[in-house]
């Protein structure tokens, strides 16, 4: 099993930053792929961005390339996914993934992901 723990959400005016953080603990050894996910009030989840963690590779959604920026530090067992110029639209309960897999081409279907966080919350006012 992997534990996965969000945090650094919060309150913001658009155009802001955040950075959120989740630390895996557990069964670690065997992640491959780890991912940010975010659901809004009456929508369905979403991924944001997501990195293998043995090559580093990212994969961002259209709708925040540019403005985040998924990075990992694997001796803290740690994904970060720093969010700049945030607006309205990021109003969301935001989760960390983690996969034991390794899918090609690397994408961002959460059906892939074995383990959830229990999420952190960003709201974004105008």
């Known amino acids: 099993q992997v534990q996965l723990v969000e945090s650094g959400g919060g309150s913001v005016q658009t155009g802001g930053s955040l950075r959120l953080s989740c630390v895996a603990s557990g069964y670690t050894y065997n992640m491959a792929t780890l991912g940010w996910f975010r659901q809004s009030t009456g929508k369905d989840r979403e991924g944001v961005a997501t990195i293998r963690i043995s090559s580093g590779t990212t994969l961002y959604a259209d709708s925040v390339k540019g403005r985040f920026t998924i990075s990992q530090d694997n001796a803290k067992n740690t994904v970060y996914l720093q969010m700049n110029d945030l607006k309205p639209e990021g109003t969301a309960m935001y989760y960390c993934?983690?996969?034991?897999?390794?899918?090609?081409?690397?994408?961002?279907?959460?059906?892939?992901?074995?383990?959830w966080g229990q999420g952190t919350q960003v709201t974004v006012s105008s």
């Open positions: 993934a983690a996969a034991q897999g390794s899918w090609y081409p690397l994408n961002l279907d959460e059906r892939r992901y074995n383990y």
